[in-house]
């Protein structure tokens, strides 16, 4: 069953606001949410993390929902460069062991 | 460069050869993950290192597959009797204390057995 889910594919137009959602229902207390992306052909690289509170660095917002079921990473002037999957990743205690689960991700597609 | 470095990037072999990739994690870093990913799937866990000890070791890591991290510097993985669905790209990360928050990723090694 699925731990993290996410919409397949997004388009979003040059110098405006891309908002990637996530559902992680079934978190549990104490488990980060983390955000990566993958540009083509590379490894993923780190975006932000955060557990209850709203977070936000250089790269990116990230807005978890009170009951923490759901997530929205904000990229608030995407480039074309940003042209990547993003991954919602959560750890689970699972088959008897912890594992830090990536989705299927969400490929963003930033249109000049 | 201090990043992740794995090798070797690409990798032909066919069915039943045995196979070995290396990951050189940040010099600092004491926890290294392995992780599988086949085309349009985000990436698998496969194991994790803190130091030399292997404390995770995902279901997907089947007998043929063995992880080893001497000295809690490089790691290793081997597979041995590939088969066509080990196909994949390898991909490792290594990481602080921090673990997944900052974690980096290396390039991968892509594998491919006919």
């Known amino acids: 069953d699925a731990k993290t889910t996410q919409p397949p594919s997004m388009d979003c137009a040059e110098g405006r606001a891309a908002n990637l959602p996530c559902n992680h229902s079934t978190i549990s207390g104490n488990e980060y949410v983390y955000w990566y992306r993958q540009i083509h052909s590379q490894g993923p690289q780190y975006i932000i993390h955060g557990l209850k509170n709203n977070e936000t660095n250089e790269m990116a917002s990230l807005i978890i929902t009170e009951d923490r079921k759901s997530s929205t990473l904000i990229l608030p002037h995407a480039t074309l460069r940003d042209t990547a999957v993003y991954y919602c990743i959560v750890r689970y205690f699972t088959s008897g062991t912890y594992k830090y689960i990536f989705g299927t991700g969400t490929r963003l597609k930033v249109l000049a | 460069d201090t990043g992740v470095s794995q090798d070797p990037r690409h990798k032909i072999t066919k069915r039943g050869q045995n196979v070995t990739f290396r990951c050189d994690p940040i010099?600092?870093?004491?926890?290294l993950y392995w992780y599988r990913q086949t085309l349009g799937q985000g990436p698998e866990f496969l194991t994790y290192f803190q130091n030399e000890a292997q404390l995770e070791k995902s279901r997907l890591l089947s007998d043929r597959f063995s992880a080893e991290r001497p000295k809690g510097s490089f790691s290793t993985l081997e597979i041995q009797r590939t088969e066509q669905g080990d196909s994949a790209m390898y991909l490792c990360a290594s990481s602080s204390e921090r673990g997944m928050a900052e974690a980096f990723f290396g390039q991968g090694t892509r594998l491919t057995v006919v």
């Open positions: 010099s600092e870093h004491n926890r």
